[in-house]
């Protein structure tokens, strides 16, 4: 296993969090990124299936599920009271405490962590709302850097009859707050137009693994499973 | 006037709209500082009631009194699920909110805001609880600059006797135990203390504190206060904004 303790070298994005030691973290954490309705909570289900099938212990986690902020930024989000510098730094909150609580834990037991979007998502909504991408960068330098990030890479038209026939276009995924289109629909499409253009600026700067979500579930899964076997450290049974 | 907060990242604003905001102000910001029990709360109200007796429109807001925040922080605190990176984070948010729906509206209304606590004692405890220095700073670059901020400065062991026989239970948080400096929460107090004030100490150069000996009588720092306010804010007709 002399790969492995290779692998496993975490490092932060900035000056970082003083008290992780970062050679206790064992696990691997992979990313699952991409706008809304883009289908990410059934990949991650099969990636979870998959990964325990090969012997390896997943812990898994989404955005804004953290016990801290989960109830405030309901709570927040409902009243639409939330300003914007606001917004991004409750979302920062609730980020770390995950991190903190939740992922560096899970990896200093061994464990995969997949994590159902991560900061970026995050920052793409606060820079398409007219924060400074600087600023964000600093904010996040607490912010363990992944072993991978995979991103399901789509255009809008592809998402709209996604949105449409799953849970139907919401306040906040259509970007209503900004007042950017007449309506639901017309919102939706200019905002998650813009939000998609700031995923792929960052899926270069930060290499993204881009994979194909206008495809078949099936052959994203394929993919998606392509993509990660060269991070995989040996299963009880072989892939 | 500049009004940018953070000499160094001037460009650095965090919202497109933010310069036009910071030049649109029109009303003055002032802000008390200083470890607990240092009495800058009683400074501030004295403050308060001289500037509405004056004729001043003024609006007063607290560190960490956000409502839409401070559920957040009351969870976090009473479960002790905060760490130094999420105490610090939840604290800037509170200010953000703040910031956004009260301090910047009513200085563009032309009000005078006191606020009881700024950015420096985000950047006092988050210094003190180990958090780094650039990164706290960025945190808090949105922040209007204050045309006066007073820090209420008093000798560590005042402070400790003042808080140590005044009160009775010393609370986790304030007490620094999250960071474990002692097992004994008055030790931990102590230290805890010690290192706040040291950062409030270096601020005083770095962002032009104006330093109020916090061991004289009440009615002393008072006079200097309102002196110094009466002699920083007077316009060429020698009149305060905000006056109604």
């Not at chain 1, 914007?84 to 037991?109: G, V, W």
């Not at chain 1, 949105?163 to 007042?179: C, I, P, Q, R």
């Not at chain 1, 007449?182 to 881009?210: A, H, P, T, W």
């Not at chain 2, 509170?94 to 032309?110: M, N, S, V």
Request: aromatic letters at 10%; a negative charge.
């Amino acid at each position: 296993m002399e790969g492995d303790s290779l692998l496993a070298k975490f490092r932060f994005y900035g000056e970082g969090l003083k008290d992780v030691n970062l050679d206790s973290l064992s696990g691997r954490l992979i990313v699952l990124e991409g706008p809304d309705s883009v289908g990410r909570s059934t990949q991650m289900c099969l990636l979870r299936e998959w990964l325990e099938s090969l012997g390896h212990a997943v812990s898994d986690t989404g955005l804004t599920r953290s016990e801290l902020t989960q109830e405030g930024l309901d709570q927040a989000k409902s009243g639409h009271t939330l300003g914007r510098k606001t917004m991004s730094l409750f979302y920062a909150t609730d980020f770390a405490d995950r991190l903190e609580n939740q992922i560096i834990p899970a990896l200093r037991a061994g464990y995969y962590v997949l994590s159902d979007r991560y900061f970026y998502s995050i920052c793409a909504r606060d820079i398409v709302r007219g924060a400074d991408p600087q600023w964000l960068e600093g904010v996040y330098g607490f912010a363990l850097v992944p072993d991978m990030v995979l991103y399901l890479k789509t255009d809008v038209e592809d998402l709209v009859p996604r949105a449409l026939y799953g849970k139907g276009f919401n306040y906040w995924e259509s970007g209503m707050d900004l007042a950017a289109g007449e309506d639901f629909f017309d919102s939706f499409c200019v905002y998650q137009s813009r939000v998609i253009k700031e995923l792929n600026l960052m899926s270069e700067r930060y290499g993204f693994v881009n994979i194909n979500a206008s495809n078949e579930p099936s052959v994203i899964f394929n993919d998606l499973k392509e993509a990660i076997k060269p991070i995989l450290t040996n299963g009880v049974v072989d892939y | 006037m500049n009004r940018v907060f953070m000499p160094g990242i001037q460009r650095c604003n965090l919202y497109n709209n933010q310069q036009s905001l910071q030049n649109n102000k029109s009303g003055s910001l002032i802000v008390v500082e200083g470890i607990d029990v240092s009495g800058k709360s009683t400074q501030i109200h004295l403050l308060h009631r001289w500037l509405l007796s004056e004729g001043y429109g003024v609006f007063f807001s607290e560190w960490n009194s956000s409502p839409l925040v401070k559920g957040t922080t009351k969870l976090g605190k009473k479960r002790k699920v905060l760490t130094p990176t999420t105490f610090s984070l939840i604290h800037a948010t509170d200010f953000a909110d703040r910031t956004e729906h009260q301090i910047t509206p009513a200085l563009k209304a032309g009000a005078t805001v006191l606020a009881d606590r700024y950015a420096y004692t985000a950047f006092a405890r988050d210094m003190a609880r180990g958090v780094p220095r650039n990164w706290v700073r960025n945190l808090y670059s949105f922040a209007v600059k204050p045309d006066i901020a007073f820090y209420f400065r008093v000798p560590l062991e005042v402070s400790l006797d003042r808080i140590l026989t005044g009160r009775a239970a010393l609370k986790y948080y304030e007490a620094g135990m999250d960071i474990g400096l002692s097992d004994d929460i008055r030790e931990c107090f102590k230290l805890f203390q010690q290192r706040i004030m040291a950062e409030y100490d270096s601020m005083v150069d770095e962002y032009g504190l104006t330093v109020i000996d916090g061991t004289k009588s009440i009615e002393e720092q008072q006079a200097e206060v309102r002196r110094i306010v009466k002699e920083r804010l007077s316009l060429g007709d020698g009149v305060l904004s905000g006056r109604r």
